[in-house]
């Protein structure tokens, strides 16, 4: 039986350190790389469903997860699956 490699897209919230004079000037300079990442602080959020392997260039996948009761016929991405590749 052959094995997969999948990606599923997740959503982590990470704490960081910003030296600043104020939340906003703190936020920009996160927002520009600044902030260093406090350890130990990635926390699983959730399942990021929003985002997948596109629907229409995977149609075989597609249609295999619709019989299979996984997609819907209206759904344009297959739920947060980034790729899935056979490694053995």
Do not use: K, W
């Not at 600043?20 to 300079?29: P, Y």
């Not at 260093?36 to 629907?55: W, Y």
């Not at 019989?67 to 699956?81: A, K, N, T, W």
């Amino acid at each position: 039986m052959p094995v997969y490699r999948l990606e599923q897209y997740e959503i982590h919230c990470q704490a960081y350190n910003v030296t600043a004079n104020n939340e906003a000037d703190a936020i920009a300079r996160l927002l520009m790389g600044e902030g260093d990442p406090i350890d130990n602080s990635l926390e699983f959020i959730e399942i990021a469903d929003d985002h997948g392997m596109s629907v229409n260039e995977n149609r075989d996948l597609a249609d295999q997860l619709f019989d299979r009761g996984v997609i819907h016929s209206s759904d344009e991405i297959i739920p947060s699956i980034r790729c899935c590749d056979e490694v053995e």
